[in-house]
Structures are given as C-alpha cells and as structure tokens.
C-alpha cells in the first residue's frame, strides 16, 4: 500500500515548482527584454521605459534588417557555412573514428595517432601562428576558412569512437563471415545504430559554426565574406570596418528616411533575435538525441 503524502510533502513539492518556475522566468526573462526592445519605439527605449512588454509597438526594426543587403548577405554565408561544415565534420568523424575504435582490427600507428590527436585537442597554435599558416595555404579571404579548421573535432572523434567500440562484437564478426567489407560494416551496421551520437556531434557543430564571429573577423579582408556572427559583432559593438566600397552607416541613412524609429539598441536586438532563429528551429528535432549521444559515446574508454 502506497502512503499518502503528508502535508509537509506537498508544501516542499509546491516549493520545489516554485523555485523551478522562478528560475525558468529568471532565464527566459533576458530574451523577452531583448525581443520587447526590438519592437519598442526610439522615445521609449532612449528613456529607458522598455521592460517586458513592448512600448508603441512597431516592427520597423525588423523590416530594416530584413531589407539590409549585408545583413542578408552574411546570413546566406552563415547557412552555406552551418551545411557544408557539418557535413565535413561528420565525413572526418566517422572516417577518423571508425579505424581507431576497431582495436580487433591491426592498424599501423594507431596508438601514436590517438595521442598527436589528443595533444592536438588540449594546445592551440596561437593567434599568429595560426594566421600565418592560413595564409601561407591560402586560406586567408577564402570560404574554405571557416570549414577546414574545424573538420576534425577531437572531442566529436572522441564520443563516436567510444559509441562505435560500445556496439557488439558479435554484429562485426558475423558480417565478416558473411564477407562483408570495412564498408559495408561502416554503413549497414555502425552508422544506423549510431544516430544519437552523430545527431549530437552535429549540433554541436552547427551551434559552434552558427555561433562564431571570430574567424570572419580575422581571416575575411572584406565585408561582403563575413559571416553572419562577425557582421553582427561589428554592428552591436559600433566598430564597422569599412573595408568594402558599401558602408553599413550609409544604407541606415538612406533608409532611415523611410524608418523613423529605428534606434541603434532597437536594430541590434532584432539582428540578434533574426539570428537566432536557425538556432531555436534546428534544436527541438535534435534534443531528443543530445543526452543519449552524450552518455552513451563516453562511457566506454
């Protein structure tokens, strides 16, 4: 028989919702700020009058953003970017991880390998030293700087090698038997079982492509080539670099004749959300897999 809860459970339950309600609110708060700023008006948001609700509501903010050609410009880049990164990612992944994981199998250097790719993974190169060997390859002012570096994550090699070494024995060396190939046991057996450690290696590197500014800022001589992140950085900080015959400033204030309201706070918090976008509608159909990818691709050394 299963005891009722007592008065005092159920006031410490009420508690508990409390507190995770106000915690939730504390964190979804800061993004309903941002979005009532973004569709504020320019009197009340430079008097500080904007809260959690819109003031004299108006949507010129984002109908500047999404009629600004670089704005657009850079968040075609950002996408083309997110496609073919992730796609690189997981080729390097899967092909990397799949002969490290196969311990069964005889490979020449592979305990060697494993360790220049884990001293890879704790120490960068530097700033300069990095710069300098993308411009020595000719990587500097070129698309494929913003793929190649980040193609082979050893963190992601790490949890798919784990993954592939926790599916059973058994699977390989009956398809062996049956003369099955490395391929034909890398697509038929590992990669459908493998779903909720690819599906979670590919957020991570969607997120980290979507989110990253610095790269474009360093390596990108023009405007035109930023990414979405590096242009947005440029315009919240207020440092635009005219490095391109169209400057950002100029565009504001031919439109502006059109947008009254527009405000440099107001502007920002619509790129900002527009930018965010992508984000929030890959996220839900990849969620379900994140903490099962996770645990299950790092349990096992």
Not at 73 to 87: A, D, K, L, P, T
Not at 215 to 221: F, N, T
């Amino acid at each position: 028989m299963i005891a009722e809860n007592s008065l005092g459970d159920r006031l410490f339950t009420i508690f508990l919702y409390l507190m995770m309600a106000l915690l939730a609110f504390l964190c979804v708060a800061p993004f309903i700020h941002v979005i009532s700023l973004s569709l504020s008006s320019n009197a009340a948001i430079k008097m500080g009058a904007v809260g959690l609700w819109p003031v004299d509501f108006h949507t010129q903010n984002y109908q500047f953003v999404l009629k600004e050609p670089q704005f657009m410009r850079s968040f075609g880049v950002s996408v083309v970017r997110v496609v073919f990164g992730v796609s690189a990612m997981l080729i390097m992944t899967i092909m990397t991880a799949y002969p490290l994981s196969r311990d069964s199998v005889p490979m020449f250097g592979r305990t060697p390998f494993k360790m220049i790719m884990l001293f890879s993974g704790m120490f960068g190169g530097g700033l300069i030293p990095t710069y300098m060997a993308m411009r020595s390859l000719h990587l500097t002012n070129n698309f494929l700087v913003l793929i190649l570096p980040g193609a082979l994550a050893v963190f992601s090699v790490i949890l798919v090698m784990n993954f592939f070494r926790g599916i059973p024995v058994e699977l390989t060396e009956a398809a062996e038997l049956d003369g099955a190939s490395h391929w034909d046991i890398l697509f038929r057996i590992f990669l459908p079982v493998s779903l909720p450690v690819l599906a979670t290696i590919s957020l991570f590197s969607a997120v980290g492509h979507w989110n990253s500014w610095f790269d474009g800022v360093i390596y990108m001589d023009e405007i035109r080539m930023w990414p979405l992140q590096s242009y947005l950085y440029a315009r919240v900080t207020s440092q635009m670099i005219q490095k391109s015959g169209t400057a950002a400033g100029g565009t504001a204030e031919r439109m502006g004749q059109s947008f009254n309201e527009l405000t440099p706070e107001g502007l920002s918090t619509a790129m900002i959300l527009v930018a965010t976008i992508p984000i929030l509608l890959v996220y839900p159909f990849l969620q379900r897999y994140f903490v099962k990818g996770l645990t299950l691709g790092s349990v096992k050394g």
